[in-house]
């Protein structure tokens, strides 16, 4: 399951949807190494849930300050609208 990018929308900074993202599949891999069990086997819709447990915690986790990740993200970011390198060229 790939998540949707609505965050931003929301008002969630490209930073945080990043940081989410970014432990949302760390999750996903470390259930991965898990030795798995006949229960989880045998349910095939097991595997989408456990997918949007993880998105949730990481979600929540980068709520409350995550991996500070977003926020080095958002400081380097520059401030104000920026132009590609070919619009700079067509201005010119």
């Given amino acids: 399951m790939t998540p949707s990018l609505s965050g931003l929308?929301?008002?969630?900074?490209?930073?945080?949807?990043?940081e989410t993202?970014?432990?949302?599949?760390l999750l996903k891999v470390m259930r991965g190494t898990l030795q798995k069990s006949a229960f989880s086997?045998?349910?095939s819709g097991v595997s989408h849930y456990l997918e949007m447990?993880?998105?949730?915690?990481?979600?929540?986790?980068?709520?409350?300050?995550?991996?500070g990740l977003a926020a080095?993200?958002?400081?380097?970011?520059?401030?104000?609208?920026?132009?590609?390198?070919?619009?700079?060229k067509a201005d010119s």
Avoid at 72 to 88: F, I, K, M, V
Wanted: charged share 25%.
């Fill in 9 to 18: 929308a929301e008002g969630k900074g490209v930073g945080q949807t990043f």
């Fill in 21 to 25: 993202l970014l432990i949302g599949q």
């Fill in 41 to 43: 086997d045998s349910q």
């Fill in 53 to 67: 447990v993880d998105l949730e915690l990481a979600r929540l986790l980068v709520e409350r300050g995550g991996l």
């Fill in 72 to 88: 080095q993200l958002e400081r380097r970011q520059p401030a104000g609208p920026t132009q590609s390198h070919g619009q700079e």
